[in-house]
């Protein structure tokens, strides 16, 4: 294998640069990252490795743009609102760098399909939003034994790390067990700064392309903990846990992160008896204003307090933008003993 000479006018600044030259720019183009997530850390992280040349990148996600995103997700437009984040991404990419091959996966990362595509690729990059996929994507990564850059945010605050490096941890080893689901909002029910996003995925990218060109000191077994409020940057120490052996998936990884299986109920199929239900809108004040079905409103982060205000004398639908919140707020229900059946809508309401 070896450059074009457009390649080598695209990639000039590495093919001079110390550490890389053509034998790393070689190596990137070799490379198969797949990244999970088109979101937030997504998008960054898509952005710097297509322009960093990886020969292969697959992206999986399920979602569509909605204008909340905008605000941080920078690989998109107003004019891609309800469209697919996976295909979008691609495409746009793609006009950035024409010699970078995309695997576009427009679907759900599942226990089913994870172990299938991680063995394609040589690492894993996780943008992923919840505790259910994280741990799914470690576990999958340990069983096709891939390194995994790993990413989360939090309001103001971020983290990166490298699992499965050479030996090294695992997010199993830093996190043995998953917070109760009220106990892990995400941004949004808390929002988020929307530069920090793009402050760790592009460290997520950084750690991955010194991973492929066998440069520098990687994340493994050291968690950097970002505040972009005092611009403090820690970097800690953690030890692999050698009595972890994972060798199989979990048989439901929303179970295992606390989230109890639900009934679900289409929208179609609401709106055909919707006097028999109650419903219960769990987003944020901002999208009940823009958009909503009916029915109560409070949002997830308020829920615990006021469970005693839900009406209980119909069976009741909780809904929210995608069906996640909706989801661990009938966790919190259930948790606190709610009599009546509840159902979450599925696919969530736009």
Same mark, same amino acid.
């Given at each position: 294998?070896?450059?074009?000479?457009?390649?080598?006018?695209?990639?000039?600044?590495?093919?001079?640069?110390?550490?890389?030259?053509?034998?790393?720019?070689?190596?990137?183009?070799?490379?198969?990252?797949? %990244? $999970?997530?088109?979101?937030?850390?997504?998008?960054?992280? &898509? =952005?710097?490795?297509?322009?960093?040349?990886?020969?292969? +990148? /697959? %992206? $999986?996600?399920?979602?569509?743009?909605?204008?909340?995103? &905008? =605000?941080?997700?920078?690989?998109?437009?107003?004019?891609? +609102? /309800?469209?697919?984040?996976?295909?979008?991404?691609?495409?746009?990419?793609?006009?950035?760098?024409?010699?970078?091959?995309?695997?576009?996966?427009?679907?759900?990362?599942?226990?089913?399909?994870?172990?299938?595509?991680?063995?394609?690729?040589?690492?894993?990059?996780?943008?992923?939003?919840?505790?259910?996929?994280?741990?799914?994507?470690?576990?999958?990564?340990?069983?096709?034994?891939?390194?995994?850059?790993?990413?989360?945010?939090?309001?103001?605050?971020?983290?990166?790390?490298?699992?499965?490096?050479?030996?090294?941890?695992?997010?199993?080893?830093?996190?043995?067990?998953?917070?109760?689901?009220?106990?892990?909002?995400?941004?949004?029910?808390?929002?988020?700064?929307?530069?920090?996003?793009?402050?760790?995925?592009?460290?997520?990218?950084n750690e991955t392309i010194k991973i492929i060109c066998g440069i520098g000191e990687v994340l493994a077994n050291k968690l950097l903990m970002y505040d972009s409020l005092q611009m403090n940057q820690t970097v800690l120490n953690y030890e692999k846990d050698t009595t972890l052996e994972v060798t199989v998936l979990e048989t439901d990884y929303d179970f295992f992160c606390g989230i109890v299986s639900k009934e679900e109920i289409t929208l179609e199929e609401l709106n055909k008896n919707k006097e028999k239900y109650n419903l219960l809108d769990v987003r944020q004040n901002n999208e009940r204003e823009a958009y909503?079905?009916?029915?109560?409103?409070?949002?997830?982060?308020?829920?615990?307090?006021?469970?005693?205000?839900?009406?209980?004398?119909?069976?009741?639908?909780?809904?929210?933008?995608?069906?996640?919140?909706?989801?661990?707020?009938?966790?919190?229900?259930?948790?606190?003993?709610?009599?009546?059946?509840?159902?979450?809508?599925?696919?969530?309401?736009?």
């Open positions: 294998m070896m450059l074009t000479s457009e390649e080598k006018k695209q990639y000039n600044r590495h093919l001079i640069l110390d550490k890389i030259g053509e034998e790393g720019q070689l190596k990137l183009k070799k490379a198969k990252v797949l %990244v $999970i997530g088109a979101g937030g850390l997504g998008c960054p992280v &898509l =952005q710097y490795l297509t322009a960093a040349g990886v020969g292969t +990148i /697959g %992206v $999986i996600d399920d979602d569509v743009v909605d204008q909340s995103n &905008l =605000q941080r997700q920078i690989l998109y437009t107003i004019d891609d +609102i /309800g469209l697919s984040k996976s295909k979008t991404a691609a495409e746009r990419l793609s006009r950035l760098n024409p010699f970078v091959k995309f695997d576009v996966y427009n679907e759900k990362l599942t226990k089913e399909n994870a172990v299938s595509l991680f063995i394609n690729y040589n690492i894993i990059v996780d943008g992923s939003d919840n505790f259910s996929t994280r741990y799914l994507v470690n576990d999958a990564a340990v069983i096709t034994k891939k390194p995994l850059v790993y990413g989360s945010i939090f309001k103001f605050e971020g983290q990166v790390s490298v699992f499965n490096y050479q030996g090294s941890g695992t997010y199993r080893c830093l996190y043995p067990t998953p917070p109760k689901p009220d106990e892990s909002p995400n941004c949004s029910e808390i929002g988020v700064l929307g530069v920090l996003p793009g402050i760790i995925g592009s460290l997520q990218a909503h079905i009916g029915g109560q409103h409070i949002p997830l982060g308020e829920l615990l307090e006021r469970i005693d205000e839900v009406y209980q004398n119909k069976d009741l639908v909780v809904y929210c933008k995608s069906g996640m919140r909706s989801s661990t707020a009938i966790t919190t229900l259930l948790s606190n003993n709610f009599k009546s059946r509840v159902l979450n809508l599925k696919g969530g309401c736009f």
